[in-house]
């Protein structure tokens, strides 16, 4: 995963070491809720002083906040503009508070990042957009998108890839893409069907898309259960 050290240093600069940074980098930009052992993944420590001093730190200088879930344990979310703002993601959606639904999906999808740690995953909606758009010539309105409509006077927003799943090339320059979206098991909105048929057009317009692994399948009609 691509992690700009610039970015890395602003967010160790708020008291975290190199480690903790990264990982919260990497929280910021693709989640905004994780556990424990999220993070004792990716430190490679055992849970003990150091995660207990790192959570410590998130909660002392109210960077984020902790609930128990049934069945999931300690869920993490981070919020703050202070961890947030120094790395251009203010105005991310993973800021704010959500479903316990959309939260599970996004424990699901830490747990494939994770797993996945050698992919350069795509982070923003514009690198999206200008992958399909500029480097493989797909045509705009066939991209998964989403109408916002704005108040009297005001004009709508079009906004694309708003569900957020993962998406990278599988190699650099080979065309390969893998695209996908997370299910979970007990799973009650309909967010994994909208995705598929705001996909149809561009998974027409484009070779299909091979499974990846079996955490992953392709944005053509698949879903990804926890196990």
Do not use: W
């Amino acid at each position: 995963m691509k992690m700009p050290q610039d970015q890395i240093e602003r967010i160790a600069a708020l008291g975290y070491t190199e480690p903790e940074a990264r990982f919260l980098y990497v929280v910021a930009t693709h989640s905004g809720y994780f556990t424990m052992r999220h993070f004792t993944a990716f430190t490679e420590v055992s849970r003990g002083k150091r995660s207990m001093a790192f959570a410590q730190k998130l909660l002392k200088h109210a960077h984020a906040t902790v609930r128990d879930y049934l069945g999931t344990g300690s869920v993490f979310h981070l919020f703050s503009r202070l961890v947030y703002g120094p790395i251009d993601k203010d105005n991310v959606r993973n800021r704010r508070r959500h479903s316990f639904d959309y939260i599970r999906t996004r424990l699901v999808q830490m747990d494939f990042l994770l797993e996945n740690p050698g992919h350069d995953f795509l982070e923003t909606e514009s690198d999206k957009v200008n992958l399909f758009c500029e480097s493989l010539a797909v045509p705009k309105d066939v991209l998964p998108a989403k109408v916002y409509e704005g108040g009297p006077g005001s004009h709508t927003t079009v906004r694309y890839f708003v569900d957020k799943f993962p998406l990278f090339l599988a190699a650099p320059l080979s065309g390969r893409l893998a695209c996908g979206h997370l299910r979970v098991r007990g799973f009650r909105h309909g967010k994994p069907m909208e995705f598929c048929r705001a996909s149809r057009g561009l998974s027409r317009t484009l070779p299909p898309l091979e499974e990846l692994s079996p955490a992953l399948h392709c944005a053509a009609g698949h879903g990804v259960s926890s196990r």
